[in-house]
């Protein structure tokens, strides 16, 4: 089955600063990749996502790139704020299978 | 904005009893999902309904567990008989259609086995 790895584990930025945050996915089938912020006791709320028919995606401060042929993608956030920090996970998932496979996340601190 | 709900917000239960954790997905979706987050860990897939079956479950996913829709608008999980190694945050979830698109998650219930 699918597995997706996530890099780094945790992260500290200073508010201003770039956050990337990088997985690679296993099965060249996974052609959906979606990325999850996670608040403390909260749900997982959907950011950004990414299809296999496009290379990169961006959003105001946030961007997904995707490099299929490597089998990694990953998350940018620009102009980091207090507020973004959370827990981010990557996920994979394909066309017939819908279930998603997740990264095992990264603590994203922004240190005002 | 639609949302999942969940019920109950936190469940504890002793080793060995059964517990029916509730969902009640966005109303015009399709798809449905229970998936759990043991504390510190990452989410992890439990299992995927649609058109009243289950489409697929993980290898967690035993004969412990069952789902079902028993009406239209409720969707349950069941653990027959809990060890302490259920113990965790569990998630609904749910999507309009199938194939890439967002996955809605509900606020989540806190299962404690002890």
């Known amino acids: 089955g699918e597995n997706v790895e996530q890099h780094p584990s945790t992260l500290s930025v200073q508010e201003g600063d770039s956050a990337v945050i990088k997985c690679t996915y296993s099965?060249?089938?996974?052609?959906?990749f979606p990325w999850y912020k996670q608040e403390l006791g909260k749900r997982p709320q959907l950011i950004i996502d990414?299809?296999?028919?496009?290379g990169e995606k961006k959003d105001q401060r946030i961007a997904v790139t995707l490099n299929k042929t490597a089998k990694h993608f990953s998350l940018h956030i620009t102009e980091t704020q207090p507020e973004d920090s959370a827990v981010y996970f990557c996920?994979?998932?394909?066309?017939?299978?819908?279930?998603?496979?997740f990264g095992t996340g990264t603590r994203l601190t922004i240190i005002p | 904005e639609p949302e999942v709900t969940q019920t109950p917000s936190h469940q504890v239960t002793q080793m060995g009893q059964e517990v029916i954790l509730r969902c009640v997905p966005i109303?015009?979706?399709?798809?449905f999902y229970w998936y759990r987050q043991i504390l510190g860990q990452k989410v992890e897939f439990l299992v995927s309904?649609?058109?009243?079956?289950?489409?697929?479950k993980s290898e967690i996913f035993d004969d412990q567990f069952s789902v079902e829709r028993p009406d239209g608008s409720n969707f349950t999980l069941k653990i027959r008989s809990t060890k302490l190694e259920d113990s965790a945050m569990y998630f609904c979830?749910?999507?309009?259609?199938?194939?890439?698109?967002?996955?809605?998650f509900g606020p989540g219930t806190r299962l404690t086995v002890t």
């Open positions: 979830a749910s999507t309009k259609t199938g194939g890439m698109y967002e996955q809605y």
């Open positions: 099965d060249s089938a996974s052609n959906y």
């Open positions: 990414i299809r296999s028919n496009v």
């Open positions: 996920a994979a998932s394909m066309r017939g299978n819908e279930k998603l496979t």
């Open positions: 109303s015009n979706h399709l798809y």
């Open positions: 309904f649609y058109n009243n079956e289950i489409s697929e």
